[in-house]
């Protein structure tokens, strides 16, 4: 399960979708999600499925990788199902004693683990597609203008782009650690999800332990390398809109612009 999660994940590569500017994949991140929540029937999901796979197909990333992306997630999804079947008042389609699942509770249950799905597999490909120092001077540049009325633009890129980072590290620590306990006898598969829980509070300790000493000498490091912040701070690579980057915004603001509208006709 741990090795299934891909947050944060870079899967490097040079298709037309890693090329794209930085900036113009965290916007139609954005108007991706505010799309999602605009859907209410499951015609329009089908137009966002086949722009999730073209985007798949175009950037050369592997299928599995978004599978593989949605795995730690099902529990969540599952119940979130079974959660709007059974609380969802209407019309009864049969009942399991004092549990009753309405018609107008499976339809919202099949349509919220849609959304939930399609909102990770989307949002996925960002990080899939896009260096750790890119999407940092993307979110910097996008919050920039926000600098004036005191927004610290580049520390809340610095510590967003950091976090994401630090997704895949800390899992993989987490898989050391339970393969050093495996092989002092403890379990961590056998019994039900609450005593599954339980087994998994003795990796906190050293989870976060490893965790601060990482912290710790992230920030040594950054010292040494007399990093102040984002004044006056230049770039090796630095971000450029090209026509492609607008054409291809454009394209998409107009189809999620019809997946908007389909909600009103």
């Known amino acids: 399960m741990i090795k299934d999660i891909t947050i944060g994940q870079y899967f490097p590569g040079n298709s037309f979708v890693h090329e794209l500017d930085a900036r113009i994949k965290i916007l139609i991140s954005f108007l991706f999600i505010i799309t999602l929540f605009f859907i209410d029937s499951f015609v329009p999901y089908l137009f966002v499925l086949g722009f999730i796979l ?13 599978v593989k992306g949605l795995k730690p997630l099902m529990y969540i999804i599952v119940f979130t199902f079974f959660i709007n079947v059974f609380l969802t008042p209407g019309t009864v389609l049969f009942q399991f004693g004092f549990l009753k699942v309405t018609e107008e509770g499976l339809y919202q249950a099949i349509f919220m683990a849609l959304r939930l799905v399609f909102l990770v597999a989307g949002t996925s490909i960002l990080t899939l597609t896009t260096s750790p120092i890119s999407l940092t001077d993307g979110i910097e540049k996008l919050l ?61 300790v050293p989870l976060f332990i490893n965790a601060f000493r990482r912290a710790e000498e992230l920030a040594i490091a950054m010292e040494a390398r007399c990093y102040r912040g984002g004044d006056n701070r230049t770039r090796l690579n630095e971000l450029k809109i090209d026509k492609k980057d607008i054409v291809t915004l454009v394209l998409v603001i107009g189809f999620f612009g019809i997946i908007i509208a389909m909600r009103y006709i």
């Open 54 to 66: 073209l985007v798949v197909k175009v950037s050369d990333v592997p299928i599995k990788f978004i």
């Open 144 to 204: 920039s203008p926000f600098r004036k009325i005191g927004v610290p633009a580049h520390e809340l890129a610095m510590m967003m782009t950091i976090a994401l980072r630090f997704i895949p590290t800390l899992l993989e620590e987490t898989d050391k650690i339970m393969k050093a306990q495996m092989a002092r006898g403890a379990d961590f598969e056998s019994g039900n999800i609450i005593n599954r829980g339980k087994a998994l509070v003795p990796l906190l």
